[in-house]
Every structure is written in structure tokens, then in C-alpha cells.
């Protein structure tokens, strides 16, 4: 990929974060990755093409995220290193995941591009995590891994001194292992 647009593509998260679609300027975009207008459209065709762009590019890392084995861990111990392993990465993507939940909140879903073009992808990695955590009580969980996601996401958009106040140790660790233990409660391995 060509180093300007990758550059504009790691900028671009924290302005729309920060701002929104509707109240990020193509300026600022310009501005916070150092290049022309004229070179978002070329790179993008426009702001609502990097808009897309980052979005993709938000669910293309998730995504890519590798899965340890989990297979010879308890099934409890399982889901505990899978909430953790999620969680770490969406502290990584966090102006990705704010730009996700400022879109989410502005308009009340995902943009249908992004459903139509990332939801399948979406469904077949958490049907193979399933598969690899072999959960002893089959059941339909979708209610409990969709409240568990928005827990997640919540905490991963947290400034860490928002948290600490509510916390005895490192954050993230005790916001992990806190999420873990949700996770192990709501699948009913306790």
C-alpha cells in the first residue's frame, strides 16, 4: 500500500473520533496527516471515502487478530484468555472503535456497506472462536456475547483515569480479568 495513504489511514481514526463524520473537516484530516486535500482525494475520492476506508481498516485488524490454541486450558480458563485477548486488542483500536460507536450512537446502526461488507466475516471468527472454546452448555449465547462486546468496547474507549478510581491494581489487567469473570458467569462455567 502506498505510504501516503497508509499514513493518512493512521491519522484519520483520532479525528473522526474526535469529532465525528459530520464534524471532521477535510481540513483536519489534511492537517493531522500532513498532506494536501488534494491528496485525500486522490488517496480516498473524498472524506466519506476515507470514512469507509478507515472503517475497513478497523474491522480488517480486528479480524486478523490471531486466536491462541485455547484447547488445553479449562473451558472457563478458555473464555477468560479470549476476553483478555479481546479486550488488549480493542485498547489498540480504540479511535477505531470510538468512530464505530460515535456512528453507532449518531445514527442508531452501522453503515449498511459496513454490515453488508463486514458482518459475515464478523460472524464466521466468532463461529470459529466458539468452535475452539468448546463450551460444555451449548445454548444460544448471542444475547450474552453481545452484552459482553458492548461491555468490552465501552471499557476500551475509557480514558485509564476514568477507570483507576474503581480499581485496586493495573486497569487494564483488573478491567480484563473483571470481564473475564462476567464472561465465565454469563456462559455459565462457574
Known amino acids: 500500500m502506498h505510504a501516503t495513504r497508509t499514513h493518512i489511514?493512521?491519522?484519520a481514526p483520532a479525528i473522526f473520533a474526535?469529532?465525528?463524520f459530520a464534524g471532521a473537516s477535510t481540513r483536519q484530516l489534511a492537517a493531522a496527516a500532513e498532506v494536501n486535500i488534494a491528496t485525500i482525494a486522490y488517496h480516498f475520492g473524498g472524506k466519506q471515502g476515507l470514512y469507509e476506508a478507515v472503517l475497513d481498516a478497523v474491522y480488517e485488524r480486528i479480524l486478523a487478530t490471531p486466536i491462541p490454541n485455547?484447547?488445553?486450558?479449562?473451558?472457563?480458563?478458555r473464555v477468560r484468555t479470549l476476553v483478555a485477548l479481546v479486550y488488549a486488542k480493542a485498547r489498540e483500536?480504540?479511535?477505531?472503535?470510538r468512530v464505530l460507536l460515535r456512528h453507532v450512537m449518531s445514527h442508531g446502526s452501522l453503515p449498511r456497506t459496513v454490515q453488508d461488507k463486514w458482518t459475515p466475516h464478523t460472524l464466521a471468527k466468532v463461529g470459529e472462536i466458539f468452535?475452539?472454546?468448546?463450551l460444555p452448555n451449548a445454548g444460544d449465547h448471542r444475547l450474552d456475547i453481545l452484552s459482553l462486546n458492548h461491555l468490552i468496547a465501552r471499557y476500551a474507549v475509557s480514558e485509564e483515569a476514568d477507570i483507576k478510581p474503581f480499581v485496586q491494581g493495573d486497569?487494564?489487567?483488573d478491567i480484563a480479568?473483571?470481564?473475564g469473570d462476567l464472561a465465565v458467569k454469563l456462559l455459565k462455567l462457574h
Do not use: V
Not at 485455547?70 to 480458563?77: D, G, H, Q, W, Y
Not at 483500536?93 to 472503535?97: L, Q, T
Not at 468452535?131 to 468448546?134: K, P, V
Open 93 to 97: 483500536e480504540r479511535d477505531g472503535i
Open 171 to 173: 486497569p487494564h489487567t
Open 18 to 20: 474526535s469529532h465525528g
Open 177 to 179: 480479568n473483571h470481564l
Open 70 to 77: 485455547l484447547t488445553s486450558a479449562s473451558p472457563a480458563e
Open 9 to 11: 489511514l493512521q491519522t
Open 131 to 134: 468452535e475452539q472454546l468448546e
